[in-house]
């Protein structure tokens, strides 16, 4: 699996957004621009910008079981006079995207607060990033299952296990493209196990949590004879 993430909000102008536009296509261009706000606008752009610069690299990395994370900045998603197949997607039964003229490729697209992700994969998968996160005892007790309560009451930084936590359950509902289920929000964990699902967490940049969900891939050894 590949992970582009651009984490510099600042950095990204409506000139550098009406840049890209040039270049998308239609479909991308129409959904980009129905976004109200700045942030929204460069979360589309940018995230569609990664999803295909991800594509147009496209390397042995995405056949890898490890996550390999690749760090952008905006001066990197210029696709100007470039002869590409720019990724198109329909969405299926539950709304996750699948690409339509990239066969045999998966992807995934999160955001936050902290930073925009787009991860490629030729297997199944799911992301999820969150930063600090505020929550309630409600929410706690609602979602989480008595031994995930016991880590974020237990913890140092209540809010950033709490995250934590929380992007492993969305990875796992973005894997399977159901769309958060409520009442399957205790057993995350015991379900993804017994789908033969892996689910990775990381802290990158020391910022934001990145969760990973992926097929499990069996390593086959092969046994010689003497």
């Known amino acids: 699996m590949v992970v582009y993430y651009l984490s510099d909000f600042e950095s990204v102008t409506q000139k550098h957004i009406d840049q890209m536009l040039v270049w998308m296509p239609q479909q991308q261009q129409e959904l980009v621009r129905s976004m109200k706000t700045l942030q929204r606008q460069r979360e589309q752009a940018v995230a569609y910008a990664m999803l295909s610069l991800a594509l147009y690299e496209k390397d ?4 890898s079981p490890d996550i390999v994370l690749r760090h952008i900045h905006i001066e990197q998603l210029n696709f100007d006079n470039r002869d590409f197949a720019f990724p198109l997607w329909e969405l299926k039964e539950h709304g996750k995207p699948f690409l339509t003229n990239h ?3 998966e992807f ?8 925009i ?7 199944i998968i799911g992301i999820d990033v969150e930063g600090r996160r505020r929550f309630s005892e409600s929410v706690l007790q609602r979602a989480f299952n008595e031994k995930e309560q016991y880590l974020v009451k237990k913890s140092d930084e209540p809010e950033l296990e709490f ?5 492993r359950k969305e990875a796992w509902f973005k894997y399977t493209g159901t769309g958060i289920l409520l009442d399957h929000l205790k057993t995350t964990e015991y379900e993804a196990y017994n789908a033969g699902c892996i689910i990775e967490t990381l802290w990158v940049n020391d910022s934001f949590w990145l969760s990973t969900a992926e097929k499990r891939r069996l390593i086959v050894k092969k046994h010689h004879n003497h």
């Open 108 to 115: 995934n697209i999160s955001h936050c607060s902290k930073a």
């Open 60 to 63: 042995n990395n995405i056949y």
């Open 117 to 123: 992700v787009t991860a490629i994969s030729t297997d």
């Open 163 to 167: 995250a934590r936590i929380w992007t």
């Open 103 to 105: 066969d045999g490729i």
